[in-house]
């Protein structure tokens, strides 16, 4: 049997039964969006961000929204990021994502792309993003 977590402040978290969603999903209602997976190997169909130094594939083809990132050795992107795989969900609003939760953000909201938000944060060592993209507001 599993038993509750205490968190920092000694309250208990309940813990999440194997048949039930997380609570960014459930109570949040952030919706997935992608899996980001750092490699170095080439793969056929890259698209090169020159902004970020690193190459992406896999996405546009990928039924389960598997991304993968090829870094290059000077790319600006964090390290964690450039290292861990990172989950993706897509938020209505970025800035009222960050102000409800007490995350530790990696990179500050930007708008990289047209009509597309991103920022990153850390959970318990692994990357997170958040995606507001303009057309669903």
């Known amino acids: ?50 902004k970020f130094k690193f190459y992406v ?12 990132m090829r870094f290059e050795k000077e790319s600006p992107v ?12 897509e938020v209505k609003n970025i800035e009222h994502e960050l102000a409800s939760h007490d995350f530790k953000v990696i ?4 708008s990289n792309f047209e009509g597309i938000r991103v920022t990153m944060i850390e959970h318990n060592g692994a990357p997170i993003e958040l995606i507001e993209f303009e057309i669903n507001k």
């Open 107 to 110: 990179s500050e909201p930007a």
């Open 57 to 68: 594939s896999g996405f546009n083809t990928s039924p389960f929204g598997i991304e993968w």
């Open 1 to 50: 049997m599993k038993k509750p977590s205490v968190n920092s402040d000694n309250k208990v978290n309940k813990l999440r039964l194997d048949h039930e969603l997380p609570l960014s999903i459930v109570k949040w209602g952030w919706k997935y969006h992608h899996i980001g997976i750092p490699t170095k190997k080439k793969i056929p169909g890259e698209t090169y961000l020159a």
């Open 78 to 89: 964090s390290k964690l990021i450039r290292t861990v795989p990172h989950i993706a969900f």
